[in-house]
């Protein structure tokens, strides 16, 4: 058989037919007889198979996590050794490149290089940074009080349920079992019914690495399966990336057995480009910031803000950068944008595009289904003028290649229509004076923002404001969300032995 992306995924290790689950770290016969087929979204080929966990198979899960936690047999293991062994993770996704992006490539349809810049660099990254962040962290500190001195130390949160997007699959896994497991908790993870073989991979790594017996499970399904793991009285916290909607319906979840939860949602982040934009130099990037991923990304700039007076210089030039984005299959090298995850997704995408003309916005690029790609769910870049902040294109998240274009007169009209939305998530400027970027940055409420490009920093703290989320991932806070304070009050007079 001729190698594909596809035969390739389907010889790695957790991926082809995998008939069993992952349970605390041994693959083990499912209780479910339902499988989840996996598609190539942009080839149409089968990739291969997982079985579809059902609540009996969460509780097994849950189980198996509650009883290496209640045993101690992760959080005994020394910070600093959890940190090499969730760092020696980063190290053997490096190692093994090519199965790894073959594998989500195959999985999502996107371009191979398109996941190594914008999945495994970000995802390799994030799981060195909590391991520096687990190394560096304040496990323990000594605090005067009013009775005396006060013992606080940072212990894991329990058993967590991570609950994953299709979207970026191997930096959302990367993450929240990065961080989890650097607090040394133990996981259940559930991956996106579309990408369950990236997950089984992922997790199986971590075994590798040295996570140790009953700390790692993954149970692959869709909403029932997921909701069973919110629902589960044995889990302390829920880990989410997914969107606004069921982010939504997890919080209320979670409130009723105050379970901690953190949630990472949707986004409809604004470029504010600004009058002394070297338009020339930045055209590309700002382009790519809202088409990247074919627009499935929640930190996609979908908005962007443009100086009336400017205005079709700067739409002139993301035209013709947009048209340098070739759309292909994950075959073909010079591909930088792949298909759409589904047909559904496809159909909605388009359903938009339909919306944003009916409601008077021009489509001065117009996606379209290309000519030689029918295989798959691709649709080429659309970018729309005229559109003003009230249309349905400019205030839901499309989750497609979909650009909405919209003037403004001034400067304050501009950051009062980027703070017009339901959500917080990302934001840039684009200016030729990076104080007056750094000013506007104040003035956005979002919880990252960027100055002439944009990237979520492993390192620093990632989330949103608004509908786009509660809780930060990356870096020390990352981390920091995956443990509990305890404050142990010493008696009086007692002198710790520091
Ligand atoms: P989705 O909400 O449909 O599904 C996400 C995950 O949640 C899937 O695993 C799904 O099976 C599960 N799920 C859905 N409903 C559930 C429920 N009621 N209870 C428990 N589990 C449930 O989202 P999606 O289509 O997979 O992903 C796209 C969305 O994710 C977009 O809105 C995007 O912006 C968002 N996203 C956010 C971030 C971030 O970091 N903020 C990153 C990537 C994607």
Redesign the pocket.
Known sequence: MTETVESRAASVAGGGDQPKLLIGGTWTDPHSTETLEVFSPATGERVGSVPHADATDVDTAVATARAAFDAGVWTSVPPAQRADIVARVADLIDERSDEVTALVSAEMGAPPSAVSTLQQLPGTGVLRAYANAARDYAWEEYRTGLFGTTRITREAVGVVGA??????PL??TC?KLGAALAAGCSVVL?????TPLTGNYIAQLFIEAGVPEGVISVVP???????A??AHPEVDK?T????????K??GA?CAESLKRCS?????KSAAIVLDDVDIAANAFMLTFLGLFNTG????AQTRVLVPRSRQDEIVGAMIEAAKTMKVGLPSNPEAQLGPL?TEK?RQRVEGYIESGKKAGATAVLDGERPDGLDSGYFLTPTIFTGVTNDMTIAQE?I?GPVLSVIAYDDVDEAIAIANDSSYG?AGTVWTSDVERGIEISTKIRTGTFGINWYA?DPESP???YKN??IGR?NGREGLESFLEHKSTMLPMGYEPQQ
Do not use: D, R
């Open positions: 609950i994953c997007a299709w979207n970026v930096f959302i993450n559930k991956p996106a019914p579309e399904g869709g909403t029932e399966t997921g909701q793991l919110v829920i989410f990336t997914g969107s606004t909607a069921a982010g319906a997890i979840a949630l990472e949602l949707g986004g499935q990304a929640c930190v995850i997704q998240e989750f998530l979520i990632f989330g949103g786009s989320g991932e």
